[in-house]
């Protein structure tokens, strides 16, 4: 390949896109994937997903609280790594929950949190696309794929053998296919019938997802806005008593693709665990005959009513109840309540140190967003109370898009009473972190068309101080030891609620 003539300047860029993905995926390898079979621990859904997963494996017979595909994803990586083909894994066809005492010896973490390592870093690729696609700047939406990379509560998460990594990898696939679509402004029942079907994936990993249905109602609009505006309600209705089916079809049937790849899977019981299975659903794995289509209907049924049932069990949340690790959806976005997912204590040298694994989130990363949301939320209500001017049409509409979602999600979340933790706010957080380089190019779009070195240098300096953030608050992420002086050096906030263990 030859250089463009005016030196290697114009070869960057020319090719600036690639070598954008290039250091993104060289940069999510170096934050994300770098012993992430460490610790050699179970901790938080672990005991749980990693037992779910080997059932898989083997073909043991489960019902779960959550949608099958990214318990499905986890036992892929065992599968394909083979870390545990010598080890006696028979424990973890015992129990749903495995308890101290009941790890497997010498048990490898590898394959179980493979997939979601390797989605994780493709998750920051597709919001680099999601960005440039929108704002039709590489630069910023670089410097904005960073913020997930180096976002701490993120990487603990993408680290693990838990589900939140693939959802938001699928969440984001499915963003990414609308803005596509918006873009190019060619929306057919085809683009109906993919977009549900990537939504269904979303919905098919934890039902939180289900908020991204909202994309649909905003494709629907956006085609449909001429007649709206119009007010030629007939076609409209036409349009939309085809596409909701549609969408709705779709969704359905991805959904109980995989209900029925989690069913057939389980061709035996083990240890007389049937999960409250009706006597036909047994009858039916006993004989061998869980293909057809009636087994498929009757365990369907119960898989529903499983879910159900632990949905309604779930405790509600108590603030004031010593140890409680769920907190009020209010504070998500300054990184409250953190989690302690585990810990262990040292002395070297004489001085105790411990090591955490924290669900802790980079301040700059979270904080700057929510006040991306706010600025969103003013700009929105300036236009529509106040008939304020619109600088940008189609950032404004990508603006009311992101923030829409932002807000709607959250104000879903205050409605339930059952216990919600701090990582329940991943999906709004990648909402409000799309919208943030929007409503930076939206109100900043002068400055950076008159003076664009000034605008990178903030961007630069700002995204130098998420690195040192993120690597000030990386105990916490890679389970390094730490003294008591320097975890109180991370205590930044006393709603965070970080508790030391060698605190005398």
Not at 82 to 87: F, L, S, T
Request: charged share 15%; glycine share 4%.
């Amino acid at each position: 390949m030859k250089l463009p003539k005016n030196s290697l300047i114009d070869y960057v860029k020319q090719y600036n896109i690639g070598l954008y993905v290039l250091l993104i995926l060289l940069l999510g390898t170096t934050t994300v994937s770098p012993g992430y079979n460490q610790p050699a621990e179970l901790f938080w859904d672990e005991n749980y997903h990693i037992a779910s997963a080997q059932k898989y494996i083997d073909g043991v017979m489960f019902m779960e609280p959550h949608p099958p595909l990214g318990k499905m994803l986890l036992a892929l990586g065992e599968y394909i790594t083979q870390a545990n083909q010598n080890v006696d894994t028979k424990n973890l066809l015992k129990t749903d929950y495995l308890q101290n005492g009941m790890k497997p010896k010498n048990l490898s973490f590898t394959g179980y949190r493979l997939v979601p390592v390797i989605l994780m870093i493709l998750t920051a690729v597709l919001f680099f696309f999601i960005v440039m696609n929108i704002s039709n700047n590489s630069h910023i939406a670089f410097l904005s794929s960073l913020l997930l990379l180096f976002d701490n509560a993120l990487v603990v998460h993408a680290r693990s053998a838990m589900l939140e990594s693939t959802q938001l990898f699928f969440m984001l696939a499915a963003i990414l296919y609308f803005t596509l679509a918006i873009k190019k402004n060619r929306i057919t029942l085809k683009t109906y019938l993919i977009l549900a079907s990537l939504i269904a994936l979303v919905i098919s990993v934890k039902v939180n997802g289900a908020i991204l249905l909202l994309l649909l109602a905003f494709l629907f609009f956006y085609e449909q806005k001429e007649a709206i505006k119009n007010k030629k309600i007939s076609q409209v209705l036409n349009r939309l008593v085809v596409t909701a089916p549609l969408s709705i079809l779709s969704i359905a049937m991805v959904f109980l693709l995989f209900m029925y790849a989690h069913i057939v899977s389980g061709s035996k019981i083990e240890n007389n665990q049937t999960y409250k299975a009706s006597p036909a659903y047994q009858e039916l794995i006993t004989q061998g005959d869980i293909y057809s289509p009636t087994a498929f209907i009757v365990a369907l049924k119960d898989n529903l009513k499983f879910m159900s049932e632990y949905a309604d069990g779930v405790p509600t949340l108590d603030i004031c109840k010593d140890g409680e690790n769920g907190s009020l959806a209010v504070g998500w976005p300054l990184g409250t309540k953190t989690i302690n997912y585990r810990w262990d204590k040292e002395t070297i040298d004489g001085k105790q140190q411990a090591s955490y694994l924290y669900l802790q989130s980079n301040p700059l990363v979270w904080i700057t967003s929510g006040i991306g949301v706010l600025l969103s939320v003013s700009l929105l209500i300036g236009r529509f109370v106040y008939n304020a001017p619109v600088k940008d049409e189609s950032l404004f509409w990508w603006i009311t898009v992101f923030s829409t979602l932002y807000v709607s999600y959250m104000i879903a979340i205050i409605q339930i009473d059952r216990v919600m933790y701090l990582y329940h706010y991943f999906i709004p957080l990648m909402f409000a972190l799309i919208n943030l380089p929007l409503i930076f190019s939206y109100i900043f779009s002068d400055e950076l068309i008159k003076q664009p070195k000034h605008s990178y240098i903030n961007l630069l300096i700002f995204t130098a101080l998420v690195i040192a953030s993120f690597i000030h608050f990386s105990p916490f992420t890679y389970y390094l030891p730490l003294t008591e002086q320097e975890f109180q050096l991370r205590q930044w906030f006393d709603f965070w609620q970080l508790h030391s263990v060698t605190q005398k």
